[in-house]
């Protein structure tokens, strides 16, 4: 270190620290890069919390470690001027209101920055970004050079862990400029097929890197219009339910959070259903949502399937994101056919959808047994197969208070269901106990 300079470094005095920054600009014996890095690393100290970056740092004060953070200077100074800007914009939303660095840094770091810098760099732009702004087209622009850049380069490397933080930054920045300036931006189709490379060579674990990667893909055209073969488009939709089974089926259904983290990958797959008017597609898409014939044996969503899992997220209050998006699927890929959509998934499953949907049901379809899209006898509301019933009946085990609690609650729900004008046809149980076929139990 340069003794003949002596420099006084407090944590608590950001002001005369910024000061000592400011001298240094335009001193005639400019402090040494270690006495640099000593006051820089005490200013991000003071950032890390919330008081102190009120407090004490303003925007002139982020002004001037811009400066400092410009490719002009050495890396290690200029890593720790951004760091101390990125920790104060997330913690100060003052800050990033009045604070714009898009222009400079999109603009620097447009021909490639270190993976070190990629990740402070992309973090400062994406809670930039997300302020509401205007941008020139030679900003936004240079926003395009960069994230295609930085995000081609990581397609084509190795996806390693000491990267993926970087790679995360970067399309959260991707993320944000698509939400609020896609209008004005250049179009970012280009960046579709090094997204589709990455999320094929990630594990197959939906954490912060993989959400990212496949919430850009969610705001981008659909991701397979870069794919010139039906081969091309299975392989990247298997990659896709690769990640869905493991989120579902390795986990419990109970996990915190776990309605959030798939849904946007639901939602993905079916902007792409809706947008694929191919035949192999439409039937790929069938096979890995709908229960198979095999699995008819029991009633619908009985099994350790992917579509099972479907089916008792649909069940459960705590999804109630997913669930709609999961309901959307079916009915579409059902043709919008509410015949096919109860042959699928089984009327217990579909009538919180047909009725919160107001969709209508054909009077008879209830009295029906499915044959026209099965050559076996189906149970419509549970989905079985009539003849495989007897073997493992629901209520084999059902003690007679048992059995009269449960048709007491199927009474009601019909009753219900009339009520809201979804079905048209005489309650089976109400038709049961008039017959005589119901007894009442002595107490």
């Not at 925007?59 to 470690?65: G, P, R, Y």
């Not at 992309?122 to 997300?130: H, K």
């Not at 990455?198 to 954490?207: D, H, V």
Request: glycine share 4%.
């Amino acid at each position: 270190m340069n003794n003949s300079r002596t420099v006084s470094i407090s944590r608590g005095e950001v002001s005369s620290l910024i000061k000592v920054l400011i001298g240094n600009a335009s001193a005639s014996q400019k402090l040494s890069n270690d006495e640099l890095l000593a006051i820089l690393t005490s200013l991000k100290v003071e950032a890390r919390e919330a008081k102190k970056v009120t407090g004490h740092f303003t925007k002139e004060s982020l002004d001037v470690l811009v400066d400092y953070g410009s490719m002009s200077n050495a890396l290690e100074i200029r890593l720790e001027a951004l760091r101390i800007i990125a920790n104060a914009l997330l913690l100060s939303p003052e800050l990033r209101e009045q604070l714009d660095v898009v222009p400079i840094m999109a603009q620097q770091y447009k021909k490639g920055a270190s993976i070190d810098e990629e990740f402070v760099v992309g973090r400062i732009m994406f809670l930039s970004t997300i302020q509401p702004r205007t941008y020139e087209a030679d900003v936004l622009k240079g926003l395009h050079e960069y994230i295609l850049l930085h995000i081609t380069r990581h397609s084509e490397g190795d996806l390693c862990g000491s990267s993926l933080p970087a790679l995360t930054e970067t399309c959260k920045l991707l993320f944000s400029v698509l939400c609020n300036f896609s209008d004005d931006s250049p179009s970012y189709e280009d960046v579709i097929r090094p997204l589709s490379t990455i999320i094929k060579g990630l594990p197959r674990t939906l954490n912060s890197v993989s959400r990212a990667v496949i919430s850009c893909l969610l705001k981008l055209p659909c991701m397979f219009s870069v794919c010139s073969t039906d081969g091309a488009t299975i392989e990247q939709l298997e990659v896709l339910f690769e990640f869905l089974d493991k989120a579902v089926r390795t986990q419990s259904l109970d996990t915190p959070g776990l309605d959030d983290s798939i849904v946007p990958l639901l939602l993905l797959l079916s902007n792409i259903f809706t947008s694929e008017h191919n035949e192999a597609v439409t039937e790929f898409f069938k096979t890995m949502i709908f229960p198979s014939e095999k699995e008819r044996c029991n009633p619908l969503g009985a099994s350790s399937s992917l579509a099972s899992h479907l089916l008792q997220i649909t069940t459960k209050p705590t999804f109630m994101k997913s669930r709609e998006v999961i309901f959307q699927l079916m009915w579409d890929a059902s043709d919008r056919d509410v015949r096919k959509f109860i042959y699928h998934i089984g009327f217990g499953y579909a009538i919180g959808y047909i009725v919160n949907h107001k969709i209508a049901v054909p009077d008879d379809l209830l009295h029906e047994n499915m044959s026209k899209y099965s050559s076996d006898n189906i149970n419509a509301v549970t989905g079985q197969r009539l003849d495989t019933e007897d073997q493992c009946s629901p209520s084999a085990d059902m003690t007679d208070e048992e059995k009269e609690r449960e048709a007491e609650r199927l009474l009601v729900l019909f009753e219900r269901i009339r009520a809201n004008g979804v079905i048209n046809v005489e309650n089976p149980i109400r038709t049961a106990v008039e017959s005589g076929r119901f007894r009442e139990l002595p107490d």
